[in-house]
């Protein structure tokens, strides 16, 4: 059974840091593209943060700077370190796993349940 369970999340004041934790179990950790996804109240769900199988990022303009993606696969655990933090990033925060093996036409992806994340002004 595969498992995506994020942790870290929490109240902090604008300019202040947390970091996310997304502890996987149930998939070859190594072999996944991974990303964090957010969704802010009466908005839709946006992409983050992605980091691939091999190592490379890729950034919302918004969070640019301020975000870090990283990746464990020794603990096969992911993390988004975030800084500066702003009201507007206040969102539940999913972690997202993705595989599309070599020659296949399916596609395995999987979230994780999220955590809250409240900026305060």
């Known amino acids: 059974q595969v498992q995506l369970v994020e942790s870290g999340g929490g109240l902090v004041q604008a300019g202040g840091s947390l970091r996310l934790s997304c502890a996987a179990s149930?998939?070859?950790?190594?072999?996944?593209?991974l990303g964090w996804y957010r969704q802010a109240p009466g908005k839709q769900r946006e992409m983050v943060t992605t980091?691939?199988?091999?190592?490379?990022?890729h950034y919302a303009d918004s969070v640019k700077g301020r975000f870090t993606i990283s990746r464990d696969n020794a603990r096969n655990t992911m993390y988004l370190q975030m800084n500066s933090l702003k009201p507007e990033d206040t969102a539940v925060y999913y972690c997202?796993?993705?595989?599309?093996?070599?020659?296949?036409?399916?596609?395995?992806?999987?979230w994780g349940q999220g955590t809250q994340v409240t900026v305060s002004s």
């Open positions: 997202y796993a993705k595989r599309m093996p070599a020659g296949s036409i399916v596609t395995f992806e999987f």
């Open positions: 980091i691939t199988s091999s190592g490379s990022t």
């Open positions: 149930g998939i070859i950790f190594s072999l996944y593209d």
